[in-house]
């Protein structure tokens, strides 16, 4: 069943540029089956008119907080307990700055105080506000308090710049939406997931490492989180939040996360091992800094404990899901691997393609079990780790 039909969704649109996409996002939410009723800032109502959501909707549109018209109608409290799901897109920085300080001073502020419904933010603007240390304080504040976030995008933006702060488009957000209701395929079942590069050290400064950047590992954390896993997030060094909700713990060696495995696999139901860990380590660890004297340098290398093998190797073992990354013949080294180290599934890609993989927003995968397949073709990380949940939750049951 459509897990939007007949869902209360209050729409707030808040002052940038893509408030005209939420003009469309309210006619697919609406095709979706949901009820939708719009509340728009001062400043959303600078670049779209009221009328048009009032059209779009067939409801009155929301403007003021202290309107004793609108309070004669449907007042802010009833709204307030009216939504479903409180989706705000565009949420410009402002309007995350005034949640991240509880403020009551408009309609739409009023109203995220006001609910009991989750509330989700789609934000959108120009990438140094994005990347501004106020912006990340108060994304990490509403993080903390529950509030879900919807992207934002990488790519071009109205401004002319190309970078992180664009509104996801609409048919993500309809998903994305559809996904906080959807059915929780997980619930009750414990998950942990590796994520990230491992660094191994040569010296007191020097390391040798990976590209990771532990998006994929972290979008299945988030994802196993939404079907109402419990979960735990084993992750190396790598600049990302912390999904909401998921338990965190940091390493940083292939040893540390050996230990931090073993440590919390106990009654796991499902292990996803999506790290990119060193398979090969110094011997010994300089203690002093190795000064550029001789020529030449070896460096002496040996073998980490391979994590993923050895949680499979328990009994009772979790479902145990691995990731390959190959540059050829994926399928093939894929359904190697998966037999070899006694997996019940494994995500392939092949990072020769440019584009997906380490380092950037995109993937796409061959996931592989004993007897069947899927193709999971080039999408966001975040999309991808939501099919990748879905086809687990499957095969576990
Ligand atoms: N893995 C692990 N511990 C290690 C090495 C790998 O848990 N020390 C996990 C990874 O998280 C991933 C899978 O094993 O899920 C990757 O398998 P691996 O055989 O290490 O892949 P490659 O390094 O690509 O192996 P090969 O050299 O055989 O291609």
């Given amino acids: 069943m459509n897990p939007l039909l007949g869902k209360h969704i209050l729409l707030g649109v808040s002052g940038g540029i893509a408030a005209y996409k939420a003009a469309e996002l309210v006619r697919r939410l609406r095709d979706a089956g949901a009820d939708v009723r719009v509340v728009m800032t001062r400043g959303a109502q600078a670049f779209v008119t009221p009328l048009t959501f009032q059209a779009l909707s067939t409801h009155p549109v929301h403007t003021d907080l202290l309107d004793p018209a609108a309070e004669a109608g449907m007042g802010h409290i009833e709204l307030a307990r009216w939504a479903d799901l409180v989706l705000i897109a565009p949420a410009s920085a402002n309007l995350i700055a005034r949640l991240a300080q509880g403020r009551g001073d408009d309609l739409l502020s009023t109203l995220c105080l006001a609910t009991e419904a989750p509330i989700a933010l789609a934000p959108a603007m120009n990438r140094v506000m994005w990347a501004d240390a106020a912006t990340r304080h108060n994304i990490s504040t509403v993080r903390e308090r529950g509030i879900r976030l919807f992207g934002p995008a990488e790519g071009e933006q109205a401004c002319g710049e190309t970078g992180a702060g664009r509104m996801l488009e609409v048919p993500e957000l309809v998903e994305r939406a559809a996904g906080v209701f959807a059915h929780q395929a997980l619930a009750g079942r414990r998950v942990l997931v590796t994520a990230g590069p491992t660094r191994e050290a040569i010296d007191p400064v020097r390391y040798l490492s990976n590209r990771s950047s532990g998006r994929m ?140 993989g380490f380092d950037s927003e995109e993937n796409a995968l061959q996931v592989l079990w004993a007897d069947g397949e899927a193709a999971l073709p080039r999408a966001r990380k975040s999309v991808l780790a939501r099919q990748l949940v879905a086809l687990i939750a499957e095969r576990l049951t």
């Fill in 217 to 356: 590992g972290f979008a299945v954390a988030e994802a196993a989180r939404e079907a109402g896993a419990a979960v735990t997030l084993i992750a190396g060094p790598v600049h990302l939040h912390t999904p909401p909700g998921v338990k965190r713990v940091d390493v940083i060696s292939a040893a540390d996360m050996f230990a931090a495995v073993s440590n919390a696999v106990a009654n796991t139901d499902i292990f996803i091992a999506s790290a990119a860990v060193a398979d090969y380590r110094p011997a010994a660890i300089a203690s002093d800094k190795i000064k550029k004297t001789a020529r030449t340098l070896s460096l002496e290398l040996e073998r980490t404990e391979d994590i993923l093998a050895h949680v499979a190797a328990r009994d009772p073992k979790p479902f145990c899901v691995g990731f390959a990354a190959e540059t050829r013949d994926v399928a093939g080294y894929a359904r190697d691997k998966l037999a070899r180290k006694g997996l019940d599934m494994i995500a392939a890609n092949d990072v020769s393609q440019p584009g997906i």
